[in-house]
């Protein structure tokens, strides 16, 4: 993980047109919370409640198993939408009008965003690092930036290959191992009418892991300024391998993952695999008919790079206006470190993949019916987690990004190449940057 601090995230000299996004965004301001004195803890005796905004369904039945056994500090959870879909806004207003609540849940990737507005505690005033060792390292660094902690992880999504055996013997193919070995099942997979998987051009932060799996970085600071390398060698090699794979016609490009298209056509047998995160899993079940069908099988890999990858993953973050910095970080450790945590999280909320280093859920150990008795957690998404690249970081206008990346993505059906679109969105993506008066160069070559 690079360097990155508030003053690397404005950029040298940006002071003004900085002052003018925060204004756009209806933000809190520029005076950042860290800059004042630790709020106290509160005395023995005290009692508090404290407010966690998210999107995880039923997330006060977790709550309440922490709430049993600290009557003096209670936590509340109220229901917001999911981040892009109107959830990040609620927040950004609710800051900018000096409220909002004690926590929120915070996308790994958005944690950047809200640093640059000055939305999020820094918890190492409050002794986060006493925590770091329970963590995943690769998740803890990404809330971690030269000595400050900015969020606690919440949940992650190791990548793996969801398949249907059955399908894959029709064609003579097992569980590919590599990349090629996945092509090559797909074509053959064609020529009996069945896909094997999906490509949306709509999100692009699947194409962005598969591409962090082949060891690219796309942003990296370097002091005050940001360098941007997203023409490297891994991730046009992974635009030419996909540009190929859909011209040969082996992917369904009408509709993406998990959309009711896709949750049709693979009740139907014509859609045979899903490279997804471990959060998948709930998702699939939901495929009419395909209990005991489907197996999950590592990611298939590069000649070079990583095992594995991350597609999602979200944190519980401390805002800005809490008055109770502490007491909220300490509820969040709780929640995603202990065993009865993490496990009423996996039951009530259904969480990714659990953040500890060590406990992954006591019904993560068990055998799965509808995966027709594979221990996949353990046997896959375990070892998969340890596999991902540790120079992936995210950068403060990362669904910006990701917005201008799916615009040239969906140019692909006109003739458009991804790997035209990867080096005409690099180009906007640095006019942003600058837009926002943030400074960024092109790395050299």
Known sequence: MTELTRRSLLGLG????TTALLSACTTPGTTSVNTAPPIRPVAAGEKITLTYWAWLKDLQKVADVWNASHPDVQVEAVWIPGGNAGGYQ?????????GGPDLAQVELRSVPE???VNGLVDLARYGAGDYADRYDPTLWSQVSYVGGVYAIPQDSGPMALYYRPDLFEKVG??????????AATGRELKKAGIFIDAFNYSDPSWFAAVAGQAGASWLRVDGD????DMTDEATLQTARFFDRAIDDGILQTAYGDFSTGWFAAAAKGTIAGCASASWGDALLEGVAGGEGKWRVAPLPRWASGYGSSALGGSTAAVLANSKHPKEAMEFAVWMT????GIDAMIKHSGIGWSPDADYIGAERT???AWFGGQSYNEEVFLPASTEQNPDWSWWPITQQSFNILADGFRKKPAGQTLVDSIAQSETAIIDAFRKKGLTIEKARS
């Open 366 to 368: 068990k055998p799965s």
């Open 14 to 17: 940006a002071a003004a047109a």
């Open 337 to 340: 470190t202990s065993p009865e």
């Open 114 to 116: 809200f640093m640059l």
């Open 90 to 98: 609620k927040l950004y207003s609710a800051l900018a009008a000096g």
């Open 225 to 228: 300024r940001w360098v941007i």
């Open 173 to 182: 193919a097992g569980a590919p191992a590599s990349w090629d070995d996945w």
